[in-house]
């Protein structure tokens, strides 16, 4: 079972506050729905692999020294954490934004905010300069009602699974996210 | 650039620290993160939206962490590890202003059936109130050139 909703053209740029909202009920229904095959919109770059080693002062080699990094990698590598950032959609564009939703958005659910909790990844190869990423979501589960400091709602797991422009599997990802109603602040 | 030595079956015994890696993170360092991993969710630049989420204030991003907690591993073991399992568990956020640590300990080491060395870590990430985002990783040692 797959949607295409994922793939949804919207105007302007990215809205991170809205989601489906409906029961539990309906949102069970999207457990087992994969996304389309979502290409990124561009080409990992030295530049990307750099600014965010340096935002966490990483000097590993492999990101800044293009001797040793062909010699051990074949070629510059960009940090793991950088996963979901290189598939991502440009946030603006001239001819109207392609918003990627989350997947995790489209699922009916009665909380309109999301935190991540957890993601566990399996990595089957070092993101590389130059690679352009594919990626495809699926719903793996939603947790019945859970009530958390922040507010209460349901967790849900989704899967992505990365490939390079050579079809290699990069890795694959398991979020999980609370949906959850933001507590009022009176 | 000077290469860190590449840790081996030998070098990674089960039990031993793994040092401890630190930096402060102050707003700009938060929002460098969130920018550097195009994360444009507003409880990683604005304040007031942080703040109606029950949070102190602007806080670190989840790809900052995944880098991070990746980042223990390869100081410790040297550029030629890389990190084949990483799952972490967001406890509570660690907010602009804090001084984040990194550190670990290898709890199994064995070979996989390539004959490969394989390292399975405990690695705590926290502030200076404690632990914030306990990860299980992962990680192959020494890993022969460009077999990856």
Known sequence: MSTGSSQDKEEGGANFAQAAIGTYEEGLKFVGVKSEVHVADFDITQFMAQFYAGSIADANPGYWDEDYAREQWGGLIASSGLLSTVSKTMPWRPDGATVRKSIVFL?????????????ETEFFR???????????DEIAAISPEKTTRLGTGHFVNVVTTYHNQNGD??????????RFKMADKD | MAQAQ???????AEGPRIPRIELDFTYSRVVWGAIA????????HEKEYAERQGQETIYVNTMVYQGWIDRVVTDWAGPASFVIKRKMTMRRAVYAGSIMYGEG??????????????????????????????????????????SL
């Open chain 1, 107 to 119: 699922v009916p659910l009665p909380g309109d905010s999301t935190i991540n909790s957890s993601s």
């Open chain 1, 126 to 136: 070092p993101l590389k300069v130059g690679d352009r990423l594919s990626s495809y």
């Open chain 1, 169 to 178: 599997v990069i890795a694959k990802n398991t979020n999980s996210v609370f």
């Open chain 2, 6 to 12: 590449n840790k081996t079956w030998d070098d990674a």
């Open chain 2, 37 to 44: 991993s195009m994360d444009l969710f507003p409880g990683h």
């Open chain 2, 105 to 146: 300990v290898v709890t199994r080491r064995y070979r996989d059936e390539q004959g490969r060395t394989v390292v399975d870590i405990d690695i705590d990430v926290g502030d200076a109130d404690g632990s914030c985002c306990p990860a299980k990783v992962t990680a192959l040692l020494d890993v022969a050139p460009r």
